[in-house]
T-cell receptor
Framework: AQTVTQSQPEMSVQEAETVTLSCTYDTSENNYYLFWYKQPPSRQMILVIRQEAYKQQNATENRFSVNFQKAAKSFSLKISDSQLGDTAMYFCAFMKHGMDSNYQLIWGAGTKLIIKP | GAVVSQHPSRVICKSGTSVKIECRSLDFQATTMFWYRQFPKQSLMLMATSNEGSKATYEQGVEKDKFLINHASLTLSTLTVTSAHPEDSSFYIC??????????????FGPGTRLLVL
């Protein structure tokens, strides 16, 4: 069974700083997807970034980038030039690769990120 | 693109009544939808996987007779909480996957429904 671990329950940084959220996972699968979702106070889940395990290049989306270390089963999220709107719960999630649409997301416990003005 | 709506966004009901929550994919077809429950300050807990035209698959510990799921079309899934009790009060979230896999394996989430049972 797959598991996802986020070891930082809460983090706080000043606006404009860079912050890195940690995520580790355990799986015996070789092909899979990894995701970071953001849940702001509105509670709408928003996809931040996704990584396909067979791609060696780390995914980036504007200020958001990941450090994907497949051998170490690590998938950290870096937020550069943090903004007040980045304040949210961040969830790391894993999904097996394949065409079965029933494949589930396996969720981490989340990290509460607070950006201070 | 890839918008999922939920209705209602908030509902308050009396104990013993039934409540229906709708989940719609607005600009794509979703063969598969997922229903989650989220307690305050916790992660999402998968309740069931809903497939269009077939019975839902429930996770262990979720009462299928209490949480009725119907996925009658490629754009609509409903969750009915039957004979609701205060312990059913929670935040319910649905998600959907694009049948054409245009977003890869990405699940798109609705805004959630806050249920309060008095």
């Amino acid at each position: 069974a797959q598991t996802v671990t986020q070891s930082q329950p809460e983090m706080s940084v000043q606006e404009a700083e860079t912050v890195t959220l940690s995520c580790t996972y355990d799986t015996s699968e070789n092909n899979y997807y990894l995701f970071w979702y953001k849940q702001p106070p509105s509670r709408q889940m928003i996809l931040v970034i996704r990584q396909e395990a067979y791609k060696q290049q780390n995914a980036t989306e504007n200020r958001f980038s990941v450090n994907f270390q497949k051998a170490a089963k690590s998938f950290s999220l870096k937020i550069s030039d943090s903004q007040l709107g980045d304040t949210a719960m961040y969830f790391c999630a894993f999904m097996k690769h394949g065409m079965d649409s029933n494949y589930q997301l396996i969720w981490g416990a989340g990290t509460k990120l607070i950006i201070k003005p | 693109g890839a918008v999922v709506s939920q209705h209602p966004s908030r509902v308050i009901c009396k104990s013993g009544t039934s409540v229906k929550i709708e989940c719609r994919s607005l600009d794509f077809q979703a063969t598969t939808m997922f229903w989650y429950r989220q307690f305050p300050k916790q992660s999402l807990m998968l309740m069931a996987t809903s497939n269009e035209g077939s019975k839902a698959t429930y996770e262990q510990g979720v009462e299928k007779d209490k949480f009725l799921i119907n996925h009658a079309s490629l754009t609509l899934s409903t969750l009915t909480v039957t004979s609701a009790h205060p312990e059913d009060s929670s935040f319910y979230i649905c998600s959907a996957r694009d049948s054409l896999f245009r977003g890869g394996e990405t699940q798109y989430f609705g805004p959630g429904t806050r249920l309060l049972v008095l």
